[in-house]
């Protein structure tokens, strides 16, 4: 399974598309392929019909749209948009800000 130097909760500015500039947050990662959920980015709108037993209404709904982690770019707290590298300290691989070398949070 490969996996992403994005996690789930970091920030992320959009670099490509119509969503270009937003900066939000990760609500979930896919590794397998490539792609990841961003808060209020590619937002489409998506039929619901309602279900009988369930009391749920039927309607159009709105919801994001997966986007390749190639279009977006991780927010550093320092110095923002920014590439990721890797350092080892100790035994723990730790994620650190190309730009200004601050060590970023990692996934528990």
């Known amino acids: 399974m490969p996996s992403l130097d994005i996690h ?3 920030m992320v500015k959009v670099l490509t598309g119509s969503d270009r500039g937003k900066t939000h947050r990760v ?3 896919f590794p397998d392929k490539g792609t990841l959920l961003v808060e209020h980015v590619r937002v489409v709108k ?3 019909s309602s279900k009988t037993g ?3 209404r039927g309607g159009i709904a709105e919801q994001e749209s ?7 770019a991780l927010v ?3 110095c923002g948009p920014t590439r990721i590298g890797h350092k080892i300290e100790g035994d723990i691989r730790v994620r650190v800000c190309k730009k200004c070398g601050q ?6």
């Open 54 to 56: 369930q009391n749920t």
């Open 103 to 108: 060590t970023l949070p990692t996934k528990k």
């Open 66 to 72: 997966p986007i390749h982690v190639s279009n977006v």
């Open 27 to 29: 609500l979930r990662v």
């Open 8 to 10: 789930r909760n970091d």
């Open 46 to 48: 998506k039929t619901v």
């Open 76 to 78: 550093c707290p320092n």
